[in-house]
T-cell receptor
Framework: EPEVTQTPSHQVTQMGQEVILRCVPI?????FYWYRQILGQKVEFLVSFYNNEISEKSEIFDDQFSVERPDGSNFTLKIRSTKLEDSAMYFC???????????FGSGTRLTVV | AQSVAQPEDQVNVAEGNPLTVKCTYS??????LFWYVQYPNRGLQFLLKYITGDNLVKGSYGFEAEFNKSQTSFHLKKPSALVSDSALYFCAVRESYNTDKLIFGTGTRLQVFP
């Protein structure tokens, strides 16, 4: 069964540092997403990406965040200057169509110290 | 504003018994409803969805869910629970065709005892 792959599984970074979270979506999917889950809280939408541009983003997704699909297979989330409150599990997801169920990756646990 | 409520943090059921995991929602338009399951150290796995049509939808692993518009509910059910069904279950809603955003509930941990 096709999977969404995320790397690394766990990343520890110092406050103020830049991090890049990487995702390889399923190859024939067209829609890509990032969600995050702060420990003990709900899974929250960050951004959706379609046709090489952001289609929707949440209030959380401020100027410190950016997404890129640099080579047609990877889908990355960059946080320019991490804050303690960015510590969370970050999930990448992809889907074939906007009404299809998403396939999520197993997540990257980001710890900002 | 859109919201999803999963009123139970944990549901315990004996193997072989029917299970129900509850979900209610609040949206201003027509809801698109989803259930996901999360096993330890794994991503969220899609179980089933309601977009339109029959109120009873069937999904993976023998799960089904019933859309009830008057009660704004979308409870997840299975006639006979398995120990392997033990996991964290998330209900999610998408308000309409005009948004990609899923709003998730807080999750319900299902524990099936042998």
């Amino acid at each position: 069964e096709p999977e969404v792959t995320q790397t690394p599984s766990h990343q520890v970074t110092q406050m103020g540092q830049e991090v890049i979270l990487r995702c390889v979506p399923i190859s024939n999917h067209l829609y890509f997403y990032w969600y995050r889950q702060i420990l003990g809280q709900k899974v929250e939408f960050l951004v959706s990406f379609y046709n090489n541009e952001i289609s929707e983003k949440s209030e959380i997704f401020d100027d410190q965040f950016s997404v890129e699909r640099p080579d047609g297979s990877n889908f990355t989330l960059k946080i320019r200057s991490t804050k303690l409150e960015d510590s969370a599990m970050y999930f990448c997801a992809s889907s074939q169509g906007s009404l299809s169920g998403y396939t999520f990756g197993s997540g990257t646990r980001l710890t900002v110290v | 504003a859109q919201s999803v409520a999963q009123p139970e943090d944990q549901v315990n059921v004996a193997e072989g018994n029917p299970l129900t995991v509850k979900c209610t929602y609040s949206v201003s338009g027509n809801p698109y409803l989803f259930w996901y399951v999360q096993y330890p150290n794994r991503g969220l796995q899609f179980l089933l969805k309601y977009i339109t049509g029959d109120n009873l939808v069937k999904g993976s692993y023998g799960f089904e869910a019933e859309f009830n518009k008057s009660q704004t509910s979308f409870h997840l059910k299975k006639p006979s629970a398995l120990v392997s069904d033990s996991a964290l279950y998330f209900c999610a809603v998408r308000e309409s065709y005009n948004t990609d955003k899923l709003i998730f509930g807080t999750g319900t941990r299902l524990q099936v005892f042998p």
